[in-house]
């Protein structure tokens, strides 16, 4: 009887919780687009160099194998997922990505891109931010399809909507090499107006889409990363033209979301300051339980910063105390500070409002 009793407890339990997921995964799907930082495996699926399909990425995940995400383990948007209360979010490209996990949502991003078509050249068949579009687009087709019109334009309204990309215009284009060409056609403040430019399109087409709940991230402290210490600093200094130049970025990006929100007449968008973020710990990663935040976990040559990640690499064996797992990329943990502090961060982090009041501004709202 005892075990009876547990036993339908169990059941009841089980049955709650698979109901409860369904509601919320069914409440708010997730979409994601932009660049490395956020791509959830679309490479794989693409002939290009720009790839995280080799170990050691993974090694922390539960299989221990490459997934795609340029990470150990989590990437920010797993990180976001796990604070809606839903699975990760397939790539688009994936043949997984059919019925009921379109309820989901979608991760469209691909690493290499840029704000520019012309960012990530070298890396031939990537996604750019049109094409990332046009398959959303693709998708909402297919969602109506499953749901019906309506209710797919709802859960769209509803979704909350990531965009990681501009990182790359910077270090994959008009720093890629000295004289770039972008370099012999615009000054470094020139070219920050021109991409915060691009960037608003980009925005105002998510909104033509649909997109309601947008968070926008900015860059990190691009010279700071180990792959700039390697190249271009003799102290292990971070980069100054790469810190001038997304200091120069970061704040314009800040006041080009708040302009758009105000000619929109509502918060469509807010804006991560991911710079200042990182920055902090960066500065002091101790204070993050960080033993470094100049060298990569996994890489070679100074900072362990030259090259890729590859089975060769040197890693470190505890990813834990590494601010960068690769070269240009964050390690699980860092990824979860950051997604924290888009979480809970006060307004020096996150702008107009964190991404807790944001989306319980939109669960008042609702009905
Ligand atoms: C990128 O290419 C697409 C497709 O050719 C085009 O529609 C778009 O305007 C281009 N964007 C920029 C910034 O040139
Ligand atoms: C988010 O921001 C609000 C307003 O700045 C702040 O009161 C709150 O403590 C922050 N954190 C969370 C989890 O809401």
Known sequence: MATSVIVSWMILGLFMAISTTQVEAAARAFFVFGDSLVDNGNNNYLATTARADSPPYGIDTPSRRPTGRFSNGKNIPDFISDALGSEPTLPYLSPELKGDKLLVGANFASAGIGILNDTGIQFINIIRMFRQFQYFEEYQTRLADLVGYDEA???????????????????????????SARSRQFNVPDYVRYLISEYRKLLMRLYELGARRVLVTGTGPLGCVPAELAMRSLSGQCAPELMAAAALYNPQLVEMVNGLNSQLGANIFIAANTQQQTKDFITNPG??????????????????????????SN?????????????????????????????????????????????????????
């Not at 979704?159 to 284009?173: E, K, M, P």
């Open 315 to 367: 890693l470190c064996p505890n990813r834990d105390e590494y601010a960068f797992w690769d070269p240009f990329h964050p390690s699980e943990r860092a990824n979860g500070i950051i997604v924290d502090m888009i979480l809970k961060g006060s307004t020096d982090h996150m702008s107009p409002m964190n991404l807790s009041t944001f989306l319980a501004l939109d669960t008042m709202t609702k009905t």
């Open 153 to 179: 334009q709802r859960i769209v309204r509803d979704a909350l909507v990531l965009i990681t990309v501009g990182g790359n215009d910077f270090v994959n284009n008009y720093y890629l090499v000295p004289f």
């Open 287 to 312: 204070a993050y339980g960080f033993t470094t935040s100049k060298i990569a976990c996994c890489g070679q040559g100074p900072y362990n910063g030259l090259g890729l990640c590859t089975p060769y």
